[in-house]
């Protein structure tokens, strides 16, 4: 049976698209959730509607998280930790810590959008990525120093 989705559903398809699906799928769980309709003709024309609304949305949004990403690229954060008698880390900087030192600079940034290879161990200088959209990333410099 064909659908058109009303909504994005994982692994299946994303909204405005016309998917194939098993009926019992469609008739037990998109349809009655709302997250799709059975594709007509009448929801073959509603479906140019819903992705021209979903590209400007997109569109909008990828403006919106540029600028953020230009204000980021100005950002420098410094954290200090303790240290022992080679200069090693008690414990290492996270993910969270850095989203918590963003947040203390004026930037809500979930920790999930900040791409850390390994966790940080060691003092120095470090070029933070964050990935704010799929297309669009900044880079904050992060200061490691003894406290």
């Known amino acids: 049976m064909d659908v058109l989705l009303i909504k994005d559903v994982e692994n299946l398809g994303r909204e405005g698209d016309v998917v194939a699906v098993a009926d019992g799928y469609a008739r037990n769980y998109l349809v009655p959730r ?13 479906q140019e509607k819903i992705r021209a609304e979903r590209v400007a949305r997109e569109a909008a949004e990828q403006r919106d998280f540029e600028e953020l990403a230009e204000r980021l690229s100005n950002v420098s954060v410094t954290t200090p930790v ?4 080679d200069e090693q880390l008690y414990g290492s900087v996270t993910t969270q810590d850095i989203a918590e030192l963003l947040k203390q600079e004026g930037f809500e940034i979930d920790r999930k959008k900040i791409v850390l290879e390994n966790p940080i161990k060691a003092l120095g200088v470090y070029a933070i990525e964050i990935r704010l959209h799929p297309e669009v990333t900044a880079t904050v410099k992060l200061w490691v120093v003894k406290e």
Not at 34 to 46: C, Y
Not at 82 to 85: L, N, R, S, Y
């Open 34 to 46: 709302k997250i799709a309709m059975i594709a007509s003709a009448e929801t073959i024309k509603l």
């Open 82 to 85: 303790k240290v022992g008698e």
